[in-house]
């Protein structure tokens, strides 16, 4: 089945250092979308990236599609303590009745120390 | 507008019991996806709903059912209840006006299986 890796699985960085977080899939992607989770929260939609090489950004952070529609990445620039969460890509099988069957990647855990 | 809601909060059953969870989408969404929540797996897709019809569903045996009300309101049942149950679920509703479409996640129901 199709499977969407996310890489790294922990990340701790210092008040004001970038973060990068990446996401691949094993198939290729119709769209993927982006979530955050605080600690004890639930997941919260930030972002859907449809178009091949596509690129997107919402203040400090950007997002990317891969060309081949196949991977993904999120990059946070100087980031804040109000960044701390866990970051999910989440993708949607391209063909086919992928209908609500999003897959979701581990999940990146980013500890933001000030 | 309010957002997913979702009953009970927390549950504690014991094995072999069974249990029902309650999802309410955003007003107007047609659309709810159960996820399973847990620190090992992941977030994983349990089904999704789609007026009153269930159009996709992930890997979980049989225990594991739903279904959607005319009003969108869905539930979801875990009969025969195992330790390996005891995970946060959520539920999230989309509006799904076409394939691609973000989801707003409730604040999940925490179950503990003893």
């Known amino acids: 089945g199709q499977q969407v890796m996310q890489i790294p699985q922990y990340q701790h960085v210092q008040e004001g250092e970038d973060f990068t977080t990446y996401c691949n899939s094993s198939?290729?992607?119709?769209?993927i979308q982006w979530y955050k989770q605080r600690p004890g929260g639930h997941p919260v939609f930030l972002i859907q990236?449809?178009?091949?090489?596509e690129v997107k950004k919402q203040k400090r952070l950007t997002f990317q599609f891969g060309e081949a529609k196949k991977n993904s990445s999120l990059h946070i620039t100087a980031t804040q303590t109000t960044d701390v969460g866990t970051y999910f890509c989440?993708?949607?099988?391209?063909?086919?009745?992928?209908?609500?069957?999003?897959?979701f990647g581990q999940g990146t855990i980013l500890t933001v120390h000030p | 507008k309010a957002g997913v809601t979702q009953t009970p909060r927390y549950l504690i059953k014991t094995r072999g019991q069974q249990v029902t969870l309650s999802c309410s989408p955003i007003?107007?969404?047609?659309?709810v996806s159960w996820y399973q929540q847990t620190p090992g797996q992941g977030l994983q897709f349990l089904f999704e709903?789609?007026?009153?019809?269930?159009?996709n569903k992930g890997n979980f045996p049989g225990r594991f059912s739903g279904r959607q009300f005319s009003n969108s309101r869905s539930e979801m049942n875990v009969s025969t209840l195992e330790l390996g149950d005891s995970a946060l679920y959520l539920c999230?509703?989309?509006?799904?006006?076409?394939?691609?479409?973000?989801?707003?996640f409730g604040p999940g129901t925490r179950l503990t299986v003893t």
């Open positions: 999230a509703s989309s509006l799904a006006t076409s394939k691609v479409y973000e989801q707003y």
């Open positions: 198939t290729t992607l119709s769209n």
């Open positions: 990236l449809v178009k091949s090489g």
């Open positions: 989440a993708g949607l099988r391209a063909g086919g009745t992928s209908y609500g069957k999003l897959t």
């Open positions: 007003s107007g969404h047609r659309s």
């Open positions: 709903y789609f007026s009153e019809t269930q159009r």
